[in-house]
């Protein structure tokens, strides 16, 4: 669990080969795309998100078990990698905090922003559930809480003059909001007449290839963890998968307006994700190893979609965090 950053790049680069057809918007993707907007930081906002993530309450974890050797600047980096994984910890690895569901409760707890003494999951801070449908089955609206409004209110905190703490808790939110909202399944949920309660974003569609569900598949395709688990391999993993990503339309980057990402995503999901084959109108299971096209197809969508969230949150960074 504990080994050097060198050998564990060698270990990836052999792993990577065997990992093409499921390279996620889990750890691995939500570093790579901090990986990426670190790079394009200004160095006063890189030292500016540095002391704002040495406020967070697993900083000292990060810090300590970064791989050997590892510089200050380095560190800076690693650790900005790391804090983009933190939502998603505080769902069970970290303990301490309580689940509120995965829908918004109709109580001020939805939109609560207080910093690090909230408590609480805001697992449906993940996701916006624009609804479609294929076959014309009534849809769901999509709630007011969401992503989108959540990414919203996290931007006008940094650009405020709130507390330092508030602006830590808020940046950690926004590294990992941005980079959930470039994934086009967490932008719909399809309505159909076999389900007519909406897919929850490819939760409930069943493929015939590991992950078994189409969401999971889908966020796994930047790269896969470190199966022996540690820090330092996955920020190995991370920052391989990151170098591979290449280069993004330069007039993207510069839309930096959050309900144009959630759009763009959800146009993808129906277009690119939901593509038919293999996907049809029911739950599955279907045969995605079966269409290659598929499979090479999302991997591509999969890593524009990081470096254009990774750019774009180096572009919000820049121009709003004081």
């Known amino acids: 669990m504990r080994f050097g950053l060198r050998s564990v790049v060698v270990l990836v680069l052999c792993l990577l080969v065997s990992f093409q057809s499921a390279w996620g918007w889990g750890p691995i993707g939500h570093m790579a795309v901090a990986y990426v907007a670190y790079q394009h930081l200004t160095p006063k906002q890189q030292l500016r998100v540095a002391a704002l993530l040495?406020?967070?309450?697993?900083?000292e974890y990060w810090r300590t078990h970064l791989p050997p050797?590892?510089?200050?600047?380095?560190?800076?980096?690693?650790?900005?990698?790391?804090?983009?994984?933190?939502?998603?910890?505080?769902?069970?690895?970290?303990?301490?905090?309580?689940?509120?569901?995965?829908?918004?409760?109709?109580?001020?707890?939805?939109?609560?922003?207080?910093?690090?003494?909230?408590?609480?999951?805001?697992?449906?801070?993940h996701y916006v559930d624009v609804p479609f449908?294929?076959?014309n089955?009534?849809?769901?609206?999509?709630?007011?809480?969401?992503?989108?409004?959540?990414?919203?209110?996290?931007?006008?905190?940094?650009?405020?003059?709130?507390?330092?703490?508030?602006?830590?808790?808020?940046?950690?939110?926004l590294e990992h909001l941005v980079g959930d909202v470039h994934q086009p399944l967490?932008?719909?949920?399809?309505?159909?007449?076999?389900?007519?309660?909406?897919?929850?974003?490819?939760?409930?569609v069943k493929i015939d290839v590991a992950p078994k569900k189409l969401h999971t598949y889908w966020d796994d395709l930047p790269g896969m963890s470190d199966p022996k688990g540690?820090?330092?391999?996955?920020?190995?993993?991370?920052?391989?998968?990151?170098?591979q990503l290449g280069d993004v339309d330069?007039?993207?980057t510069a839309d930096l307006n959050e309900a144009d990402w959630v759009n763009e995503s959800f146009e993808l999901a129906k277009s690119k994700v939901?593509?038919?084959?293999?996907?049809?109108?029911g739950l599955g299971p279907y045969a995605v190893s079966a269409t290659p096209d598929y499979a090479t197809n999302s991997l591509a969508l999969a890593k524009r979609q990081v470096a254009l969230a990774g750019m774009r949150l180096a572009g919000v960074i820049n121009a709003e965090l004081k």
């Not at 040495?54 to 900083?59: A, E, S, V």
Request: aromatic share 8%.
């Open 69 to 125: 050797n590892t510089t200050r600047a380095e560190r800076r980096l690693y650790i900005f990698m790391l804090a983009a994984t933190w939502p998603d910890l505080i769902k069970g690895t970290i303990k301490g905090y309580k689940d509120d569901g995965n829908d918004a409760p109709p109580t001020p707890q939805a939109t609560l922003n207080e910093g690090y003494r909230d408590k609480f999951m805001h697992k449906y801070w």
């Open 274 to 281: 939901y593509a038919d084959p293999p996907i049809g109108i």
């Open 54 to 59: 040495r406020l967070n309450p697993d900083y």
């Open 230 to 243: 540690g820090e330092p391999g996955d920020l190995a993993i991370a920052l391989a998968a990151a170098k």
């Open 133 to 135: 449908s294929p076959d």
């Open 250 to 252: 330069v007039t993207a």
């Open 137 to 173: 089955t009534p849809l769901v609206p999509t709630p007011k809480v969401n992503t989108q409004t959540k990414i919203a209110a996290l931007r006008k905190t940094l650009a405020s003059d709130k507390g330092d703490s508030l602006k830590s808790y808020d940046l950690v939110w």
């Open 186 to 204: 967490h932008c719909t949920s399809r309505f159909t007449a076999g389900n007519l309660t909406g897919d929850q974003g490819g939760n409930l």
